[in-house]
C-alpha cells in the first residue's frame, strides 16, 4: 500500500516575523501545501514570498500576534493534518506522508511531535531524549510515549482536534505558548504521542533574541499557563520558581527591574517614554500662619433665679458651693 500522497492530507504553516532570508531559503523544502502566516514584518518579507514561492499562501497580519499567526493558518488550511513549521525549520523528505498515515490508524491521536535534528550538523535535539523517556510511557492505542507537552516547530497536528481546543491564543504568546495547548489537547481525550521516525530539522537563525529575554518569556508562559489551567499548588510552585529565577524571574512576573538590560532591536535606539507628572488641577494656596491668640477668659457663674437667698455681701463673704447652681 502506497503511502498517502502528503499534498492532499497534510498543510505546512509557517509563522514568520523579519526572517526574509531564512523564509525565502526553506520555503522550497517543504512537501504539500504551504501557508505563511506574517505577523507584521517590517523587512519585506511578504513581497520577497510571492516573488520567490508564488506557489505559497501568504496571510500578513496588521500587527505581530505571535503564536496565535499559527491557529490563523490552521484556520485557512483545507487538509485534515496541519504540519507547524518557523522560518528557520522544515520536515525531511517523506516525514508528512508518515506522520499521515500514523494519523489515519490511530484515531484519538491529536498531536504527534517528531524528533528534531539541529544544525547543519544535524545534532540530535536534547529534547528528544526527554520526550522519549517520557515517564506516561506508550498507553494502549498509543504510536509511542504519551506526552504533555511538545515543541511548535517539531509538532503535527490533526486539523480537527487543534481548533476544538481553541489553538494557540494571545495570553501566552510566544515562546512556551505549547503547554497549554497541550494540556487542553489531553483534558479533551486527545492522545499526544513522541513518534521519532519523523523528523524534522531545524537551522536556528542568527537574527534571535537574547538568551537571557527568551528565558525570561519562557518564565512568563510558564505562570500564565499555570493560572489558566493548574490548580493553585501548581500556581504557587511556579511562581517560587519564578521568583528563585531571579532578575528573569522578577522581569516575567512583574515587569523589568530597576537596571535591567534594556531591549535589543530598533526598541532600543528610541528612548522610553517620559512618566507622566501628575499634579492637581486647581493648585491650591500656601498655608497663611497667624499668631497664636488667648483664648477669651470665662466669665463667673451667674446666680440663677430660683436661688431665693439674697447675694453674698462682703462682709459675709461668699454663700456656700452648694448653694449655687453652674
Given at each position: 500500500m502506497d503511502?498517502?500522497?502528503p499534498?492532499?492530507?497534510?498543510?505546512?504553516?509557517?509563522?514568520?516575523?523579519?526572517r526574509?532570508?531564512?523564509?525565502?531559503?526553506?520555503?522550497?523544502?517543504h512537501?504539500g501545501?504551504?501557508?505563511?502566516?506574517?505577523?507584521a514584518?517590517t523587512?519585506g518579507s511578504v513581497?520577497a514570498?510571492?516573488?520567490a514561492h508564488p506557489?505559497?499562501?501568504?496571510?500578513?497580519l496588521p500587527?505581530?500576534?505571535?503564536?496565535?499567526?499559527?491557529?490563523?493558518?490552521v484556520?485557512?488550511?483545507?487538509?485534515?493534518y496541519?504540519a507547524f513549521?518557523?522560518d528557520d525549520?522544515?520536515?525531511?523528505?517523506?516525514?508528512?506522508a508518515?506522520?499521515?498515515?500514523?494519523?489515519?490508524a490511530?484515531?484519538?491521536?491529536?498531536l504527534l511531535?517528531?524528533?528534531?535534528?539541529?544544525?547543519?550538523?544535524?545534532r540530535?535535539d536534547?529534547?528528544?531524549?526527554?520526550?522519549a523517556?517520557?515517564?506516561l510511557?506508550i498507553?494502549p492505542?498509543?504510536?509511542?510515549?504519551?506526552?504533555?507537552?511538545?515543541?511548535?516547530?517539531g509538532?503535527?497536528?490533526?486539523?480537527?482536534a487543534?481548533?476544538?481546543?481553541?489553538?494557540f491564543d494571545d495570553?501566552?504568546?510566544?515562546?512556551?505558548e505549547e503547554?497549554?495547548?497541550?494540556?487542553?489537547?489531553?483534558?479533551a481525550?486527545?492522545?499526544?504521542a513522541?513518534?521519532?521516525e519523523?523528523?524534522a530539522?531545524?537551522?536556528p537563525?542568527?537574527?534571535?533574541?537574547?538568551?537571557?529575554r527568551?528565558?525570561?518569556e519562557?518564565?512568563?508562559?510558564?505562570?500564565l499557563?499555570a493560572l489558566?489551567?493548574?490548580?493553585?499548588r501548581?500556581?504557587?510552585?511556579?511562581?517560587?520558581?519564578?521568583?528563585?529565577?531571579?532578575?528573569?524571574?522578577?522581569a516575567?512576573?512583574w515587569g523589568?527591574?530597576?537596571?535591567?538590560?534594556?531591549p535589543?532591536?530598533?526598541?532600543a535606539a528610541?528612548p522610553?517614554p517620559?512618566r507622566?507628572?501628575?499634579?492637581?488641577c486647581?493648585?491650591r494656596?500656601?498655608?497663611?500662619?497667624t499668631a497664636?491668640?488667648r483664648?477669651?477668659p470665662?466669665p463667673?457663674?451667674?446666680r440663677?433665679?430660683r436661688?431665693?437667698?439674697?447675694?453674698?455681701?462682703?462682709?459675709?463673704?461668699?454663700?456656700?458651693?452648694?448653694?449655687?447652681?453652674?
Amino acid at each position: 500500500m502506497d503511502a498517502p500522497d502528503p499534498q492532499h492530507r497534510v498543510t505546512v504553516v509557517v509563522a514568520t516575523r523579519n526572517r526574509r532570508e531564512e523564509l525565502v531559503e526553506h520555503l522550497g523544502r517543504h512537501e504539500g501545501p504551504v501557508i505563511v502566516v506574517d505577523n507584521a514584518s517590517t523587512d519585506g518579507s511578504v513581497e520577497a514570498v510571492r516573488a520567490a514561492h508564488p506557489h505559497v499562501q501568504v496571510v500578513p497580519l496588521p500587527r505581530n500576534v505571535g503564536a496565535v499567526a499559527r491557529t490563523v493558518g490552521v484556520r485557512l488550511a483545507r487538509t485534515p493534518y496541519v504540519a507547524f513549521a518557523d522560518d528557520d525549520s522544515w520536515w525531511a523528505p517523506g516525514a508528512l506522508a508518515r506522520a499521515s498515515a500514523v494519523f489515519d490508524a490511530h484515531p484519538r491521536l491529536g498531536l504527534l511531535a517528531g524528533s528534531i535534528a539541529v544544525g547543519p550538523e544535524e545534532r540530535p535535539d536534547p529534547l528528544n531524549a526527554v520526550l522519549a523517556a517520557s515517564p506516561l510511557g506508550i498507553p494502549p492505542g498509543c504510536p509511542g510515549p504519551a506526552l504533555l507537552g511538545f515543541v511548535g516547530c517539531g509538532a503535527i497536528v490533526r486539523r480537527s482536534a487543534f481548533l476544538e481546543v481553541g489553538g494557540f491564543d494571545d495570553v501566552v504568546r510566544f515562546p512556551g505558548e505549547e503547554e497549554r495547548v497541550a494540556l487542553d489537547l489531553f483534558d479533551a481525550g486527545w492522545r499526544l504521542a513522541y513518534v521519532p521516525e519523523i523528523r524534522a530539522h531545524h537551522h536556528p537563525s542568527p537574527h534571535r533574541e537574547t538568551s537571557d529575554r527568551r528565558r525570561t518569556e519562557l518564565v512568563r508562559s510558564r505562570v500564565l499557563t499555570a493560572l489558566m489551567r493548574r490548580p493553585w499548588r501548581a500556581v504557587g510552585r511556579e511562581l517560587r520558581d519564578a521568583l528563585r529565577a531571579g532578575r528573569r524571574g522578577a522581569a516575567a512576573c512583574w515587569g523589568p527591574c530597576p537596571g535591567s538590560r534594556p531591549p535589543c532591536g530598533p526598541a532600543a535606539a528610541s528612548p522610553p517614554p517620559p512618566r507622566p507628572r501628575w499634579r492637581c488641577c486647581t493648585p491650591r494656596p500656601p498655608p497663611t500662619r497667624t499668631a497664636p491668640t488667648r483664648p477669651p477668659p470665662i466669665p463667673p457663674p451667674r446666680r440663677t433665679a430660683r436661688d431665693p437667698r439674697p447675694p453674698p455681701t462682703p462682709a459675709t463673704g461668699p454663700a456656700p458651693t452648694s448653694a449655687w447652681r453652674w
